[in-house]
């Protein structure tokens, strides 16, 4: 178990970029695979990118291309940098251990809130 705290968001416009991050306090980081999950307003929680405590990524269909996921097991840290933003992007961000299920491990943090819009 870890505390996830999650920063990065904005309000940007369609065609931006920006880098999300999350710091993992606590627990052993390093062995769990991470993801990164986004919750729009009246829709579920999905997971957008997965990475692997080996480093292997894997992306949901609808950022593929357009996102990056990495991850810092020294700092703790991972990161979704986003680029080509759409409207349909506007969601809270969140990060979370990913089981094999790639279901949210940990407690969920506060999130970050992406707001892409013209």
């Known amino acids: 178990q870890a505390q996830l705290l999650e920063s990065g968001g904005g309000f940007l416009q369609p065609g931006g970029s920006l880098r999300l991050s999350c710091a993992a306090s606590?627990?052993?980081?390093?062995?769990?695979?991470m993801g990164w999950y986004r919750q729009a307003p009246g829709k579920q929680r999905e997971l957008v990118a997965r990475?692997?405590?080996?480093?292997?990524?894997n992306y949901a269909d609808s950022v593929k291309g357009r996102c990056t996921i990495s991850r810092d097991n020294d700092k703790k840290m991972v990161y979704l940098q986003m680029s080509s933003l759409k409207t349909e992007d506007t969601a809270v961000y969140y990060c979370?251990?990913?089981?094999?299920?790639?279901?949210?491990?940990?407690?969920w943090g506060q999130g970050t809130q992406v707001t892409v819009s013209s």
């Open positions: 979370n251990a990913a089981d094999s299920d790639s279901r949210g491990m940990w407690d």
């Open positions: 990475i692997s405590n080996g480093g292997n990524t």
């Open positions: 606590g627990g052993n980081f390093r062995i769990f695979a």
